[in-house]
């Protein structure tokens, strides 16, 4: 089953350009993570989103929860190389003890 | 900043044997997980521990696996038979609280041939 629905799969774009990650839930979330994970790799930890309407940002990279917490969204702001990689959605649905994850988005950034 | 570390980062083992995934979790954390990701599949929950014992576990989570905190500081995954479909990636995890940002380890390598 697909508790958390990451869009698009995968994305190409030209180093410079802009691009936005979806994250979409059937259910409230809870708290709402952002991790990245380079190709073989382990997960770096992004954000952590936890209010209705919260924004953070680190760097270039934002994200966003959305009022009804059950749509987040990570824009990246003129990407670079360095952003390539696998980005994951995670989120608590249930319970604290079971953290699910999205299917992955896979960034390529065409230098 | 503090690391969860995972021990071997490779293993390669014939099927049918036991393997035992290390992980030495951040000192002061409670909650410990394991999750795996087959290539070029999502990451899957396998299960959670805490208070010495399972929280949760998925349906991957059968008879073959157990978890144990040996010691107050490691954390373990044994697989006791493998099969070729247990290749995968195995991350280890913990948090303080539940509820909060989970640390991740860089990962086990795990090929069943």
């Known amino acids: 089953s697909q508790e958390l629905e990451q869009s698009p799969q995968s994305l190409i774009v030209q180093e410079g350009k802009n691009l936005t990650i979806n994250c979409t839930s059937s259910?409230?979330?809870?708290?709402l993570y952002w991790y990245k994970q380079k190709y073989g790799e382990g997960l770096i930890f992004l954000m952590m989103?936890?209010?209705?309407?919260e924004e953070k940002s680190h760097e270039k990279i934002t994200a966003k929860l959305d009022e009804k917490k059950q749509q987040s969204s990570l824009h990246i702001t003129a990407s670079q190389p360095s952003h390539a990689g696998i980005y994951l959605c995670?989120?608590?649905?249930?319970?604290?003890?079971?953290?699910?994850f999205g299917s992955g988005t896979k960034l390529n950034v065409k230098p | 900043e503090p690391e969860v570390t995972q021990t071997p980062s490779h293993q390669v083992t014939q099927m049918g044997q036991e393997v035992i995934l290390r992980c030495v979790p951040i000192?002061?954390?409670?909650?410990f997980y394991w999750y795996r990701q087959i290539l070029g599949q999502k990451v899957e929950f396998l299960v959670s521990?805490?208070?010495?014992?399972?929280?949760?576990k998925s349906e991957i989570f059968d008879d073959q696996f157990s978890v144990e905190r040996p010691d107050g500081s490691n954390f373990t995954l044994k697989i006791r038979s493998t099969k070729l479909e247990d290749s995968a990636m195995y991350f280890c995890?913990?948090?303080?609280?539940?509820?909060?940002?989970?640390?991740f380890g860089s990962g086990t390598q795990l090929s069943v041939l």
């Open positions: 259910k409230t979330l809870y708290g």
């Open positions: 995890a913990s948090s303080y609280r539940g509820g909060e940002k989970l640390f």
């Open positions: 521990f805490y208070n010495n014992e399972i929280s949760e």
């Open positions: 000192s002061n954390h409670l909650y």
């Open positions: 995670g989120a608590d649905l249930y319970n604290f003890n079971k953290f699910y």
């Open positions: 989103l936890q209010k209705g309407g």
